[in-house]
């Protein structure tokens, strides 16, 4: 259950940050199940029981997922997908891990509302407040990640142009990709 609410939190921002959103599935994505998500995976943590609440998230990641079906991918799922791919790092963790710092790379931006919703405004320290409840790991070197491959995949990760709110940038990304190897917090002075 806790994985797929972590995996659920990464995909708004992947999904917001599309440079192709229409924009009836940006408003069932997020006033649908945006700030349910955020609301009620908390109390799914202090009681399990709370069906209604796990309902209404499941409800969640299911839309999400029509929703990644509609638009393209921008930064997060490329790191992700890298570092799946081409180190065979788990799939949710690896989400987990790389949302709060491609967060805070692209911040200030339109794109970090949806965790804007449980903070100050901060959209990094909103997420990095959700992540504390359920004490995730926040390191890639937990999951067998190596520092000597941060060069590889920041070059891999720059491989290819895709769309992102904010210009990619290799040296940016290997410092990102540093980062969470090390399980530092996020934030945005990249």
């Not at 917001?16 to 109390?43: D, H, I, K, Y």
């Not at 790389?98 to 901060?122: F, Q």
């Not at 407040?129 to 926040?138: C, G, N």
């Amino acid at each position: 259950m806790l994985d797929s609410w972590k995996g659920a939190l990464t995909k708004p921002q992947s999904s917001f940050s599309s440079s192709n959103v229409p924009m009836t599935v940006s408003w069932c994505a997020w006033f649908e199940e945006g700030r349910a998500t955020v609301q009620l995976v908390p109390r799914i943590v202090e009681s399990l029981a709370d069906l209604a609440a796990r309902e209404s998230v499941v409800y969640g990641a299911w839309l999400y997922g029509t929703y990644l079906g509609a638009v393209g991918m921008s930064l997060h799922h490329k790191l992700c997908h890298t570092l799946g791919g081409s180190f065979n790092m788990p799939h949710a963790e690896t989400h987990t891990i790389i949302l709060p710092h491609v967060l805070a790379y692209n911040a200030p931006s339109r794109y970090t509302r949806y965790y804007e919703e449980v903070s100050d405004g901060d959209a990094t320290n909103g997420l990095s407040m959700l992540l504390q409840r359920p004490k995730v790991k926040r390191s890639l070197k937990d999951f067998g990640f190596k520092d000597e491959d941060i060069d590889k995949a920041a070059e891999i990760t720059v491989g290819n142009s895709y769309w992102n709110p904010r210009t990619i940038e290799k040296q940016l990304i290997r410092e990102l990709l540093r980062r969470t190897w090390s399980g530092e917090d996020a934030r945005a002075d990249l």
